[in-house]
């Protein structure tokens, strides 16, 4: 927040990056981080939020770049302005991995500044298939849904709490990487892993476009 209230005179975006702090995976053998890049515009409701994954080998320094396939998350690294259109934010942000070190799931934010479209998206990425899997509780009516962890009942699927804005009590859903999505009263989160604070956490470097 005190980023997008920095002034911005000028219609040119000024742009800051981030990195976040690292989630060791429960083998030690990788770590899952997150750079972000803030676009600034004139008008904090017209900035623009994106983010790019990475999968960190530990032991040979080799680097896995994950996307997720939501509405806002097409093209996470625009350079240039769009005019009249209003500002999102994107962020995919580590959360847990397996267990068995062998998937890592990470939040996707989106929302659109100055408005009530504000919502999650799950993505599973599987070490094995190197697939990602981008998940959200479908056949199911909600307005906003946040994700909390890995099902603790169902460990093949991920868990959220979904409903619509104004309603007391959201319901808990657990989804699968095929998008089924079945009813989860009375389950808990449950995550994996350990976070790594590094160097580069805070803003790292901006430029002018």
């Keep these: 927040m005190a980023t997008l209230t920095e002034q911005n005179p000028t219609s040119t975006p000024k742009l800051r990056y981030y990195r976040s702090q690292s989630l060791i995976s429960p083998d030690g053998q990788y770590a899952a981080y997150s750079?972000?890049?803030m676009q600034l515009s004139?008008?904090?409701t017209r900035s623009r939020v994106a983010s790019v994954l990475f999968i960190e080998n530990l032991r040979?320094?080799?680097?896995?770049t994950i996307t997720a396939a939501s509405p806002f998350a097409d093209n996470p690294f625009i350079d240039d302005e769009i005019p009249n259109q209003a500002g999102t934010i994107a962020i995919l942000i580590p959360v847990a991995w397996s267990e068995t070190s062998d998937r890592v799931l990470a939040r996707e934010f989106e929302a659109i500044f100055g408005s009530d479209i504000a919502s999650d998206f799950a993505v599973v990425w599987d070490r094995h298939s190197n697939r990602?899997?981008?998940l959200a509780p479908t056949q199911v009516r909600y307005s906003n849904a946040v994700l909390l962890g890995w099902s603790q009942t169902h460990p093949d699927r991920v868990l959220f709490r979904a409903g619509n804005l104004g309603d007391e009590n959201w319901?808990?859903?657990?989804v699968d990487v095929n998008g089924k999505t079945i009813y989860a009263t009375g389950?808990?989160?449950i995550t994996f892993g350990r976070v790594a604070n590094n160097i580069w956490a805070g803003p790292q470097a901006y430029a002018y476009s």
């Design 132 to 134: 990602a899997h981008t």
């Design 35 to 37: 750079r972000i890049q």
């Design 171 to 174: 319901l808990l859903y657990a």
């Design 60 to 64: 040979t320094g080799d680097l896995q």
């Design 187 to 189: 389950d808990q989160p």
């Design 42 to 44: 004139s008008h904090f």
